[in-house]
Each structure stands twice: as C-alpha cells, then as structure tokens.
C-alpha cells in the first residue's frame, strides 16, 4: 500500500498519475487532501457554489462538499468509473483529510510532476478553499 502526502501539489495532475496507479492494482492512500493546489482564480468558487445549488436534494446533480470528497471526485473523474475495472480502481484509492493516527505509512511516494512550483505564474489556491470544511 502507497502513501501520498497531497501538500503543495496540483490537484488535476496529481489525479491523473493516481488513476494511472489505481489501474494498474496498487493501493493508494492520500494524506492532507485539504492542502493540493488549485490553478486559478477565486471565480472557480463562485462557479461551484452555482453548480452545488442546482437540482433538489434528493435528485441531484451531487457534487462533494468535503475537501476529500473532492478529491476522490476529481479521481474519479480520471477513470472509466462506469465499467468494472474502473469501479474497482477507484476502490482501491483512498482519501483522508490530515494524517489519521491509525495510518500506518510504510511506502511514501512523490510526483515530482505535479508541484506548485511548475505554475509559479498562475494563481493558485487550495482544495480546503473551495470546500465547505473549513
């Protein structure tokens, strides 16, 4: 089982390298989801409180409230979800705000590939901003 520390990295690119691994059978765990990095302005706020506000409670659309929910979501969004390996990929990944104490973390990995620092330019801000867990 690998443990990934989410501080400091881009959301978007940090699930796309973990949909890679889920499929491929690894178990994944994510720590301090609250802290990965968004590209972007503060309008994306305002953009997602719309989208939360469509539909009834008991039809949806559903979008994740919690900093990671999101973050599952944004997995999910980079798997086949629909067809069995995909389900079951998305089985294998799990999400945790902070570090639980019952964690054990034997096997950390990085992606180098998905730090903040890549986008200096461009505006960033976190998971834990746009979430309604503050």
Not at 75 to 98: D, F, H
């Amino acid at each position: 089982m690998k443990t990934l520390d989410a501080t400091g990295l881009i959301l978007g690119r940090l699930a796309t390298q973990i949909a890679k691994l889920a499929l491929m059978g690894e178990q994944i765990q994510i720590i301090n989801c609250e802290k990965a990095a968004l590209s972007g302005s503060k309008s994306k706020i305002e953009k997602l409180n719309k989208l939360r506000s469509m539909g009834s409670p008991f039809k949806g659309p559903f979008y994740p409230k919690r900093s990671d929910r999101i973050v599952k979501r944004t997995i999910r969004g980079m798997l086949p979800y629909k067809q069995t390996r995909g389900r079951e990929a998305l089985s294998r990944v799990k999400c945790y705000i902070g570090q639980p104490e019952s964690l054990d973390i034997k096997d950390m990995i990085s992606i180098p590939k998905a730090s903040k620092e890549k986008i200096t330019a461009i505006k960033t801000m976190t998971v834990k901003d746009i979430s309604w867990n503050k």
